[in-house]
């Protein structure tokens, strides 16, 4: 299992030195990237979407969800690594906000939810402000 686990760390290392030209010649001189560079260049490419990191865990016993906290901090974008978000008003006009706590709300209903026996369930996502 040792060797498969060294054989997936080189393909990753290989997938965080494509993210710049600087990574890569770093890594074809040296054989190795830093911790802090495999992040850099697994954000790089996480932002460009060219990869998706995948991480496995489970929530019943607590295993592996500090990496997937950390993991989220590390490569996913923040709101204000993104493009501002594009909507329309009320009254059709097309809108853009960037992701600013001064900037009015935005958010997207992204599921209705009628349950009969109960209050219906309305789901979103908030886009703006960005906390």
Not at 4 to 32: F, H, P, Q, T
Not at 37 to 44: C, S, V, Y
Not at 86 to 108: C, H, I, M, Y
């Amino acid at each position: 299992m040792l060797a498969e686990c060294v054989r997936w760390r080189e393909k990753m290392i290989e997938s965080a030195a494509e993210a710049s030209e600087e990574l890569m010649n770093k890594y074809l001189e040296s054989g190795d990237l830093s911790e802090e560079e495999i992040k850099k260049g697994l954000r790089q490419r996480t932002l460009n979407s060219e990869i998706f990191p995948m991480l496995c865990g489970s929530a019943f016993k607590n295993k592996g969800v500090q990496a997937m906290l950390d993991a989220v901090i590390d490569y996913m974008p923040s709101p204000v690594d993104i493009l501002p978000v594009t909507g329309e008003k009320e009254n059709g006009e097309r809108d853009e906000r960037p992701a600013s706590d001064s900037a009015p709300f935005a958010g997207l209903a992204f599921k209705d939810h009628d349950r009969s026996v109960c209050r219906p369930a309305h789901f979103f996502s908030v886009s703006i402000p960005a906390w």
